[in-house]
């Protein structure tokens, strides 16, 4: 048996075996690797840096846990970057195990705003982020489809209240925010077809302006609505989420999920690459023969 | 009786659903709306039926100590386990949609949960094991797939340089273009497919299911 | 043989000293004065008991060994009880009791919504269902078959006619020339473009051509030969070049999946990263 | 169905939502500075109403010409609001919030008595449409029409082009399994899937291992289990005949109990009834990976000759491949999920793709009355390509109504 013979018949367990080392040594091992920015990522990002201070975004955060490890990092850096910058974010989520999600993420933000920082070379004084002055958070409605046309007439009627039970009226932000005409985009991070609800009715019928974070699996359907203008960003799977912590500035766990991905593509391409070399040299010497 | 009466069943049934398709009347959508909640109802019975067969199944390999019967035991130690904890409804219980009692909860949470997406990873090492054994250059149609594969997992790969925008439009179309036309190909067969089996059905041709004495 | 066995008994002590061990890290870990000492025991037991199901599911990419078995047994069984009890509570509480009885209903505290003869049915479908642990009656349980099959099969017909087979059909439908204003006009306008007049035609043609074929090679009584063969044999590579497009698109997602369990180990359950 | 109830609510909430808010809307809509000055604008013109059509009635369809100050003359209507009343003398009220760009309106009320904004069928109304301005004290009524009344379809004539391809799909099947079995000889192609499942059970035969049958996730909703079922009863009959052992776990209860009683009755057609043991098909647990755990198990414990993977696979399908792969089994799947054949084309021996799956029990059985259907089919495909051909020549000819004709609502 010669190395061409071994090349091509390798033990699955030896596949296996590295896979998990080099799964585990990206994970735990910190360093970046080269992302490459696609248009799509960046033209969310340059409309979230045209925010000025005291505009208003409407964020919808519509994943359940499955979809966590490749869109909870988009949320994270976009979310921190408007408290940063003082934009006003109003959050909502149309996915029934979102409500708790957001919450914790809101907490978590908060925490980390409340130390200074520097981004992108800008120096950001650490502040305390106050419940209905910088953000409010609508809570979960079913039916996705109707709340997005209801929210669109006013956030009142789908969201009287808001999660914590507040009257939206009595919310300091949302005195003369009666609907998306009030925000100056929406951001949908969504694993599901409530992503299709947004253009369909969001924008179809309010024409808000529309980016979308989606999972990686969805992302191939979602290009169309690229390309007909009715979002203007997209950011698929963890390779999205990446991108965006990048032109934040603020690496997170997408990079680190991207090194493993990197990685393990590599190594399964590797694999590939071995197993066809020992299988040509092999059948070329039995020809010989 | 025995055998005509449930294929005078099938066929009267499958008729009504299809005929029902087409009535958008008040009255047809209730009908509709009745039989996917009979379905349920029918599915925990059947559900019952199930848990007896497991149970029955493993109780018989501890029974006469077949190969691995230790294992049987921790199946219907967890199987009882959760039941208990599932009906015990008495002290704990609040709502109509599932146990409350704390046990059940955390056993869900730290057994089923955990267990469930490590079973699901495991594709991450399988997908790998697949692709190393199986692409490989043997005929025209297995190099089809190893290129077309090598193509899509390169499109996003950094180390390609200045090719891989290229490469990334490529994959996008060939995700849009000739995967769109080979699954729609797939799909008007199967629907042809599947209408045939279900009208063989109905019209009682394919009959194995209904038994025999 | 006898070595095996011992070895095999070494590494079962091991196992459990490690997991011990972890389990009393874990719950000095987690303990802190304002708790109660009995909370923070169970926790780090539910904690490390996830962590070494999370384990033992691993080892199987090693081999079939006795860790995995143990489970994979607890597992079937945990999520079987799991399954009847949600059915039990949300169908049969939530959606039977509350039409057929007053008493019942209000015994399980869901509110009663009068009596309605129609749930009379799926009671009794779902005893003749039952009566197939009869030897002797249970034959009777095929009527409740009977009408599962007939329904299901009368329902999905249509129903997927019209949702997958005419909306593909329809699709299929597109113009062979893109925008077609003579040659003079399309050689001028030739760009690469993914929008542009070429690659739109272009792309038109390949997906007519690609259903054409696939539908060919999908031909049950025609031989594959001649222009069959031809035709078959182009609808095979699509098939094949779409099999392997999904095989490596799918790759990224479902290495993603580990992200979330190293997650688990390293970050909840050992603490090494923050 | 889901969509269904999703449309039917959507209906309702807004109309709740309709109801509650016109005035409110009223009020909040900014006032211009000259209020003073602001001119009454023409009325909406050639209001007319009528029961939705195609449906389950408590719906009315209302439509209405532009008021001649709607982006012209005057300019100053920016919406209409629909009222409705059940006498001409009214009291009117809202039905609709403002509308804008619109002359239509579909008036929606809850279907059953009771239920908030209950709207009866067969009842008279009366319909009138008022313009608005931006100063909401400045608006136009239309005149009054009615009387009209809602009621449900007992056909839907956007499912025609369903109804046709069912009806003609009947037809074909009927006569191609009639002339089938007036003797006809009816020729079908080989399928190497197929052959190589008369193999695998021989092959288990002579190494005296049990084949495993897996009949997937699907419920017994899925036709594609439908199908499995039959390919189970061909295979188990020839086990039964060469006394080889069958292995079937399964994932749905009723799936269970149906496929017990298939293997039964194939093992009394192959006259070994008392070598049927209920136990070969058994109940693993219906959590999808759980009941991946659960077959590998079986996989890697039993070691099948054989494994046989025929109906819906979701993720899994590469986890029991793979795991098949290790255990040294042959392998056969068939599945008609599309996402999931790549896999099993990859690490199977054989698979049947698609309706493959659909025409397997054809095959196995062999009978002349079950290949006049595939036959059928076959004559629905090149009825398809026909259809896609005369669409882009209608298509290229600027006729859209034929390809129109295939946009099913609803």
Known sequence: MNIFDRMMSLDRRWVFLSLAIVCVVTYLWDFSVPITISNEVKSIYDRFDSLQEGDMIYMSVDYDPNALAELHPTTYALAEMCFRKKVKIIFGTLSNLGQGMVDQVIRDIADSVSHDATYNGVFYKGREIVNGVDYVFLGYKPYPAMVIQAMGLDFRVPFPTDFYGTILDSIPIMKGTKNFDQCKMVIDMAAGNVAEMWITYGHGNYGVPLALAVTGVMGADMYPYLGSGQIFGLAAGLLGSAQIEKLCNNPGRAMDGMRIQLFAHILIIFFIVMGNVGFLATRNRNKMR | ?213 | MADSKRISKIILAAVIAFFLISWIIKGLAIHDEDSVLWFSVRDAFLITLAAFLTLAIFSFLYKDNPYYKFAENLFVGVSAAYWMCVGFWSTIIGNMLPNLSESLSSTFGVPYKGFNIFYIVPLILGILLLMRLSSKAGWISRWALAWIVGTTAGLNLVRYLRTDFISQVSNTFVPLLVDWKGFGAFYSGLSLASTGQFVMTLSNWVIFIGVFSGLIYFFFSKEHKGFFGVASKVGIWVLMITFGASFGYTVMGRVSLLVGRLTYLFKDWLGLIS | MKLKIVVVLTMLFMGVWAMASAQESLETIAAPDSIQAAPLPEPAKELSAKDAPDDHGHAIDVTWAKSPDDGERLKNVIGYIVYRAANPDGPFEARSGLLLGTTSYTDAGALNEGENDFMPDYQDYYYRVRAMTQDSTVFADSDIFGPVQSYGQWYDKGKTAVLLLVAGFLFLTIFFISKARGGAELYVRRLAGIEAVDEAIGRATEMGKPILYVLGLGTAADIATIASYTILGRVAKKVAEYQTGLIVPCYDPIVMTVAQETVRTAYLDAGRPDAFNQDMVYFVTNQQFAYVAGVNGVMLRERPATNLYMGKFYAESLILAETGVVAGSIQISGTDEISQIPFFVVACDYTLIGEELYAASAYLGKEPLLLGSLKAQDYAKAGVIILAVIGFISLMLGYHDFVDFFHVTG
């Not at chain 2, 629907?191 to 038994?211: D, F, N, P, S």
């Open chain 2, 1 to 213: 009786m025995k055998r005509q009466l449930p294929l005078m069943l099938v066929f009267v049934f499958g008729f009504a659903m299809i005929i029902q398709y087409f009535i958008p009347h008040q009255a047809s959508e209730w009908v509709n709306a009745f039989f996917m909640d009979w379905m349920m109802i029918i599915g925990v019975f059947a559900l019952a039926l199930g848990i007896w067969s497991l149970t029955k199944v493993s109780w018989d390999k501890v029974k006469y100590k077949k190969s691995n019967w230790q294992y049987a035991i921790v199946t219907l130690a967890g199987l009882f386990l959760m039941i208990f904890f599932g009906f015990d409804y008495f002290r704990h219980f609040s709502t109509p949609v599932g146990s409350n009692n704390y046990m059940y909860v955390k056993f869900y949470q730290h057994i089923v949960i955990p267990i469930q997406s490590t079973m699901f990873s495991l594709l991450a090492f399988f997908i790998a094991s697949a692709a190393y054994r199986a692409f490989r250059a043997r005929s025209l149609l297995a190099t089809l797939l190893l290129i077309a594969a090598l193509v899509i997992m390169l499109r996003f790969n950094p180390l390609l340089g200045p090719l891989q925008p290229i490469m990334e439009d490529f994959s996008v179309w060939l995700l849009n273009v000739p995967n769109l036309a080979a699954k729609r190909a797939i799909v008007i067969g199967v629907g042809l497919g599947m209408v045939a089996t279900a009208l063989k059905v109905i019209l009682g041709i394919e009959r194995a299911y209904l038994g025999k004495d």
